[in-house]
């Protein structure tokens, strides 16, 4: 590989984020680089620890950390990104994207980038057949973001249903089909 990919995974509250973990390792296993965003609120499910620990590459959680050099890091992570994934990408993050917003990590690298969007959505059924988050899919597919899933399995309120977060190996699948 003449210059190596790279993919920024950006990592939400949902209790779907201990995912994360095996996606980043199925990436590195194919030799893939992944620098990772964590939210305020994907930082109460997994650490920035285990996910530096996994990825090999400090987790950036907050953009106004000063950085040891200079650089503007939503910028630099969304010019160095091969592919933008989200997983597990929560019904707030979503709405912020479609809706232009750009208050965290994660959103403003989704705003910045002009590489793929890959979103693995994970949430309550009820949550992902709203209207407005249905609607705001759909306006995020017609402007060329991708998604996977969810799919149909058990729920994290004890239901099952439709909203839990595609497999890890399909969403690795998926995102290294959309790299080449």
């Not at 091969?82 to 990590?105: F, Q, R």
């Not at 002009?114 to 309550?124: T, Y």
């Not at 058990?154 to 995102?175: N, Q, T």
Request: glycine content about 8%; aromatic content about 4%; some cysteine.
């Amino acid at each position: 590989m003449a210059s190596r990919k790279s993919v920024v995974l950006g990592v939400t509250g949902s209790i779907a984020a201990y995912k994360a973990c095996e996606i980043i390792s199925l990436l590195k296993k194919d030799g893939l680089d992944v620098d990772v965003l964590l939210t305020r609120e994907g930082g109460e499910f997994i650490t920035p620890l285990t996910l530096q620990t996994l990825s090999g590459n400090k987790v950036v959680a907050d953009m106004f950390e000063l950085p040891e050099e200079w650089n503007p890091v939503h910028t630099s992570l969304a010019d160095k990104a091969s592919i933008v994934l989200i997983a597990p990408a929560t019904a707030h993050i979503i709405g912020k994207i479609a809706g232009g917003l750009c208050d965290d990590i994660v959103s403003c690298v989704v705003a910045a980038t002009k590489a793929p969007v890959l979103i693995a959505p994970a949430m309550n059924e009820r949550m992902y057949k709203n209207a407005i988050v249905q609607e705001n899919i759909t306006k995020l597919k017609k402007l060329g973001y991708r998604f996977i899933g969810p799919v149909k399995g058990r729920l994290a309120c004890g239901y099952e249903g439709i909203g839990h977060i595609a497999e890890p190996a399909d969403i690795v699948k998926e995102a290294k089909r959309l790299l080449r």
